[in-house]
């Protein structure tokens, strides 16, 4: 009886609970609303305003790819984002809506000025998600977000996807907005952003048929930029970039070619399978320095040159210099970074966050001055590279 009653006063709680609970009295109907999906940032015409592009997409009725997409860009001249939503939110029938949010390219005429006014908002507006990414326009953002795909894509959902599988070469950091407020914030690391420019057909041996469309056009994530917290300050080419990648241990997978220095030496083209980035402070005779140690697997795909066939024995060696050749071509890319760092006197790398997590006392000493301790700060790197398939045969036209 006893147990009834319990059951019939706990029934009674939940009920009453339930008379308390608020409905969803403030949500709105997915069919009003319109998803932002890309935002650009460029300096407008007039003093203290922005040039603001705004991508918007809503999928087309029983399609999810992103090709079957309707979509708007508007660029609008403001003096904040906040502004501009007013100025969109009268043009078009549905409500804006920031939470969708993927990407945000940063113009380089705003960059190089700085946008922490607009890195703030970001932050603050509740609608916007940490997870969105960023990415450095090298010229406009708007040139950027109004580029016509030749596959008809949205060059936001362009951007989103490209970052998403660069894992498969990673060549390029991905910077997501948490992640560079995080960075802005640390007196130890220079903030650092993917460039994203456009390749016309011709451009360094690229063609591709535009269909008779002139506008027709393809983009690229290549290089990086390097920040003074939100100013920025210069370029990394392709090699600087790929160092940093190295160095930072973002290596997953990743194609490479080695070239040979003498006549008559073979070149080999592979996969990286893995790799993994250690490091750690030394201190040889009150000395601090960083030693980076990088071990890498790699897969051969092609030797090119090879003009005689090779012995069991023959392939062995031949394999023991492909090795060596790949651990220079990451010496050259590590040691490109690490002078482009000591030239700029910006620490994009991360070394004084390495020293702060290893030697704090040390670092105490020198975070003040660290721009200027960066340019002869000992820095060594060291590579060992294994072949871990050569793709050795029976029957082989370089292997008898």
Not at 90 to 106: A, D, E, N, T, W
Not at 342 to 370: C, M, P
Request: hydrophobic share 35%.
């Amino acid at each position: 009886m006893k147990r009834k009653r319990r059951k019939t006063v706990l029934v009674l709680i939940l009920i009453a609970c339930s008379l308390f609970l608020t409905g969803c009295w403030g949500t709105r109907e997915v069919e009003e609303l319109e998803p932002l999906i890309g935002l650009g940032f460029d300096l407008g015409q007039k003093p203290g305003t922005y040039l603001i592009t705004e991508q918007f997409a809503k999928p087309t009725k029983g399609e999810t790819s992103t090709s079957a997409e309707i979509h708007r860009t508007f660029s609008i001249e403001a003096s904040s984002l906040r502004e501009a939503y007013e100025k969109t939110s009268k043009i078009i029938s549905h409500v804006p809506f920031m939470g969708s949010l993927k990407v945000i390219v940063i113009g380089e005429d705003v960059a190089k000025v700085g946008f922490l006014d607009v890195a703030d908002f970001l932050q603050r507006y509740s609608e916007f998600r940490r997870s969105m990414y960023l990415v450095l326009a090298k010229g406009k953002a708007q040139s950027i977000l109004n580029v016509k795909m030749r596959t008809g894509t949205i060059v936001a959902m362009y951007i989103k996807d490209n970052i998403e599988t660069g894992k498969t070469i990673s060549t390029y950091p991905t910077v997501r907005l948490g992640h560079y407020l995080t960075v802005l914030g640390r007196k130890s690391t220079a903030p650092i952003m993917p460039v994203i420019e456009m390749v016309k057909s011709g451009d360094e041996g690229i063609e591709y048929e535009t269909d008779g469309k002139e506008e027709a056009q393809e983009l690229r994530i290549q290089g990086a930029g390097v920040f003074r917290g939100d100013q920025l300050i210069d370029f990394l080419n392709d090699e600087e970039t790929k160092g940093y990648m190295w160095l930072e241990n973002q290596v997953l997978q990743r194609p490479m070619s080695t070239v040979g220095t003498r006549k008559g030496e073979p070149n080999f083209t592979g996969q990286v399978l893995n790799s993994k980035t250690r490091y750690k402070v030394s201190d040889k005779d009150g000395t601090i320095g960083l030693q980076y140690q990088i071990k890498a697997s790699i897969e051969i795909d092609e030797v090119q040159g090879l003009k005689e066939q090779l012995s069991e024995t023959e392939w062995v060696d031949l394999m023991k210099g492909a090795e060596k050749s790949f651990a220079k071509v990451i010496q050259k890319e590590c040691e490109l970074s690490i002078q482009k760092e000591r030239r700029l006197g910006l620490d994009f790398l991360g070394i004084g966050r390495h020293i702060e997590e290893r030697n704090s006392a040390y670092w105490k000493t020198v975070k003040d001055q660290w721009e200027q301790k960066i340019a002869d700060f000992p820095v060594s790197v060291n590579v060992e590279v294994t072949i871990h398939h050569s793709g050795m045969s029976n029957s082989s036209a370089t292997v008898n």
